[in-house]
């Protein structure tokens, strides 16, 4: 089993920046991939990024190329990532989630909710206008 805990959220301006952490804790794995989503009300979940810990891997949503990027402490299990120049339409929760085998290896993509076995609870971040 592996827990997940987020923590970084909040309420912020547009133009803001914010930084979530994800810290993993239990079993993991030499090839367990962190990721994350984010859900806004009436939407469905979306992936933003993902990292395979070990290797640094990443993929990225093309729709936050360039403002969310991640950095990843391989000793502390955790993923975090940054996001720069908020919006108001970034208003979501974001989601952790964890997976102990790449995506591919199961025949699915990295932005598949379904790929992941692990979640966290989540963190509500807010962008103000």
């Known amino acids: 089993q592996v827990q997940l805990l987020e923590s970084g959220g909040g309420v912020v301006q547009a133009g803001g920046s914010l930084r979530l952490s994800c810290a993993a804790s239990?079993?993991?794995?030499?090839?367990?991939?962190m990721a994350w989503f984010r859900q806004a009300p009436g939407n469905e979940r979306e992936f933003v990024r993902g990292v395979q810990l070990n290797t640094g891997a990443t993929y990225s949503a093309d729709s936050v190329k360039g403002r969310f990027t991640t950095r990843r402490d391989v000793a502390k299990k955790t993923l975090y990532l940054q996001i720069n120049s908020l919006k108001p339409e970034d208003t979501a929760v974001y989601y952790c989630?964890?997976?102990?085998?790449?995506?591919?290896?199961?025949?699915?993509?990295?932005?598949?909710?379904?790929?992941?076995?692990?979640w966290g609870q989540g963190t509500q971040v807010t962008v103000s206008s």
């Open positions: 989630a964890a997976v102990l085998v790449p995506p591919a290896q199961r025949g699915r993509t990295w932005n598949d909710p379904g790929a992941y076995d692990y």
């Open positions: 239990g079993r993991t794995s030499s090839d367990y991939v």
